[in-house]
């Protein structure tokens, strides 16, 4: 991609761009961690139904939640899919995703605010790329429920 | 005050040195308040001389003013000239408390500022009330008489030296010098006198020069070359004392008797652990503790991973040679975790009387508040566990003694046949895998029936309840939060806060707290504690198709069941074993998984556990293995887990919750 030009106002930041159903979503990179496949995941009782349970990320034990589950799709797990594993407030936290597409880079000035009703209040914003809309995960908000 | 000295770089072990002579003192003077003995006085007025060095070198005047005060009251103890009554313990005391709070902020870096209310006015007070100064008459050799008693008795044991320093005209902090001349002259020795004397040292009150008496496992050569270390001095002269007329016809200069265990024996316990010279002991921070725990806790699991992997490839490639050489070299790797891991918990044990050291000092002083007479015991202080359960059990044995004191004794005019003064015994032991720490008092007991109506009348229980309960769970009550049996809410207990917060607070450790008594003969808390938390031994169980795991410290038998053996009594399931009704949990149910989920549901197993006496069978569907495991809490993210107290990873490298027996023990029975 040609470098964005950048403006006074706007800067542009680098995303992950995963996928879930048809729709693609971006995470800011400076919040993942790393990738991984999707393992075996231990259950937690009482915990609400997206919080799929813990995984054992070299020798450490992290929760994940499933977006899928999160965002009310269907329950359904995709060869492709994978683990995020993000920074939160509370520590590395997982999150199970369809697919991950790709990281890119987005002109700040191509990001406009989300069209109500699209994720609720977990996207801050929705960019524009080759055609397709990304919508920016505002992750605290993703995490908090 | 201008110094050559970068002291700041002291200041760590200047405080944690401040706080074991701290423990010395407050144990001797309680002691001493009790049994004076000439070596004990000697011992504490020692602690404190230490300590008053020190802090004037450190440049801590406050700290170094009360603990000069102290050393004159505690001087003119040692010269026979009082006794240590109730008021000077108590007001000695009071300055170690001020003394500990001041070493507090100076780690803080808020130095020794301190606001005196009354305190030194009070130790003067009883110097001013005691006998006038006597005054030192000399002695033969010219040295004032009590050094030289002091010398000949000391060299009838050891050989003495004396090493008389002068000092660079322009030495800056003549104290100091001093100072430091004690403790290289004390290095692997023992200060006995000097002239002048210490007090004259410590406030500059000489000219140049010095004389030190003291004994020391060290040449007199090597003595001088440390000394010769200190800088600002202008001569130094080591040479062997000889004692003008013995006492007891022992030669000047004894032979050297085997001195290495004269000073073991000289050495007091109290002062184990520090830096002496030849001492075969090393200080290591804590956190590297815990990071290495850690470490080791890594290691546990991937030695139970290896193992799996190689059964797995043991089960699908049967012949190939080098499945031996993996085994082989799987087993040894599993030994050598052992063995690491058993030494760095025992490095990471402590002895408890750490903790229990603590008490003497709070016994007496509630004691003395509630005008009881109160002798207390303590068995077992050098019983070893790990600090992560050190650091919690203090809270818990604070509440169950001041109960124990505050409740359980009578005041000495209402004990019956007893003896006025009120006993109460704390004693720690192992068994097994556990510690086990038990509170004795010989009070008046707890009456159960009392405690019944009480809880009825504060609305806890129902009349119902109350006639079905048995005696153990009417005396259970007291661990019931808001229940409270003291007719008036003292400063001291009463508030009905205090044994739920202790119960709970040792079950969150894993542990158990179990109360016997006899009415009119005393009471006794027993507490069972794991002497870790880092490493279990669990019993791994499947529920629903997940693995949980089960602290095998609360496991008490594992059962099969038929359905038809579980029968229901007011609506809850029961199962009766050798004549005892067991009631049951359902664990699918506790955890909220379908009850009819693959299993044949009319064969179950159950894992009787228990907490104290009572005893509660858990459904699970099937009986995995056991397993060593490595307790690791649960992401803040998914908060408090009702029934789960943790989470660890098993050897196939998939993580498992561990259940909180004693949480749904508590919660069902």
Known sequence: MATAAVSDSVSSEQVVVFRLEAERYGVDIFRVNEIIRLREITPIPHTPPHVRGLVNLRGKTIPVVDLRIRFSLAEETTDKARIIVVESANGQIGLVVDEVCEVCTLDGAGVEPPPSGVGGDCVRGVARREDRLIALLDLDQTLEG | ?669
């Open chain 2, 1 to 669: 005050m201008a110094t050559d000295l970068d002291m700041s770089q002291y200041l760590d072990l200047f405080v944690q040195e401040g706080e074991e002579q701290l423990e010395t003192l407050e144990r001797e003077l309680l002691l001493l308040e009790k049994a004076p003995t000439a070596e004990r006085i000697d011992l504490v007025f020692r602690a404190a001389h230490t300590l008053k060095g020190a802090a004037r070198a450190m440049d801590f005047s406050n700290l170094a003013s009360v603990t000069h005060e102290m050393e004159n009251v505690l001087d003119a103890v040692r010269g026979g000239k009082m006794i240590v009554s109730t008021p000077i313990a108590d007001a000695l005391l009071a300055c170690l408390d001020v003394l500990r709070t001041m070493l507090d902020a100076i780690q803080g870096g808020r130095g020794d500022a301190w606001q005196d209310d009354g305190l030194i006015g009070k130790l003067q007070g009883f110097l001013n009330g005691g006998a006038p100064e006597a005054v030192a008459t000399a002695g033969p050799s010219g040295l004032p008489q009590e050094i030289s008693d002091a010398l000949s008795v000391a060299s009838a044991e050891r050989p003495v030296f004396r090493a008389t320093v002068v000092l660079r005209e322009d030495c800056v902090m003549k104290f100091v010098r001093a100072f430091m001349a004690i403790q290289a002259v004390g290095e692997n020795g023992e200060l006995l006198a000097s002239i002048p004397d210490a007090a004259a040292l410590e406030d500059e009150a000489f000219e140049r020069e010095f004389t030190l008496f003291f004994h020391s496992d060290d040449e007199p050569e090597t003595v001088a070359k440390r000394l010769d270390k200190l800088g600002e001095i202008e001569s130094i002269q080591v040479a062997p004392h000889t004692a003008p007329k013995p006492l007891n016809e022992s030669p000047n200069v004894p032979a050297p008797v085997s001195p290495k265990a004269a000073t073991a024996e000289e050495e007091p316990a109290a002062e184990k652990g520090a830096p002496k010279g030849g001492s075969a002991t090393v200080r290591v921070d804590v956190a590297r503790l815990d990071e290495l725990m850690n470490l080791v806790g890594e290691l546990v699991i991937d030695r139970a991973r290896i193992s799996g992997i190689g059964a797995a490839l043991a089960a699908k490639y049967a012949l190939d040679e080098h499945l031996e050489a993996l085994a082989e070299t799987s087993g040894h790797l599993a030994r050598i975790t052992s063995d690491l891991q058993d030494g760095l918990m025992k490095t990471r044990m402590m002895p408890i009387e750490t903790v229990f050291n603590r008490f003497p000092r709070m016994v007496r002083d509630l004691a003395n508040k509630l005008g009881k007479e109160v002798e207390l015991e303590i068995v077992g202080g050098e019983t070893e566990l790990d600090r992560s359960v050190l650091e919690t059990i203090g809270d818990p044995l604070i509440h169950i003694l001041r109960n124990s004191i505050d409740h359980g004794l009578e005041p000495p005019y209402a004990r019956g046949g007893k003896s006025r003064q009120g006993r109460v015994v704390l004693s720690a032991r192992h068994q097994e895998n556990h510690i086990v720490i038990e509170i004795t008092d010989d009070g008046r007991g707890i009456d159960a029936e009392r405690l019944k109506t009480k809880a009825l009348s504060q609305g806890l229980i129902t009349q119902e309840v109350a006639e079905r309960m048995s005696e153990r769970d009417a005396l259970n009550l007291i661990f019931h939060s808001g229940f409270s049996t003291a007719a008036q809410v003292s400063e001291v207990s009463g508030r009905g806060v205090g044994m739920d917060i202790v119960r709970s607070n040792i079950q969150k450790l894993g542990g158990l707290i179990d109360v016997e008594t006899v009415l009119g003969q005393g009471t006794k808390f027993t507490l069972r504690l794991p002497l870790t938390l880092a490493i279990i031994r669990g019993l791994l169980v499947r529920v629903a198709g997940v693995v949980y795991v089960l602290p095998l410290g609360s496991v008490v038998e594992t059962l099969r069941v038929e359905n038809e053996q579980i029968q229901s009594v007011r609506g809850r399931e029961v199962v009766v074993i050798r004549g005892e009704t067991v009631p049951l949990v359902r664990l699918r149910r506790t955890f909220g998984r379908s009850l009819d989920e693959g299993v044949p549901a009319d064969v179950a197993y159950m894992v009787v556990v228990g907490l104290a006496d009572r005893r509660l069978g858990l459904v699970v569907d099937r009986l995995v293995g056991e397993q060593e495991v490595v307790i690791k809490s649960l992401n803040r993210f998914c908060g408090d887990v009702r029934g789960i107290s943790g989470a660890t990873i098993l050897g196939d490298g998939n993580v498992a919750l561990i259940v909180d027996v004693n949480g749904i023990v508590s919660e069902a029975v």
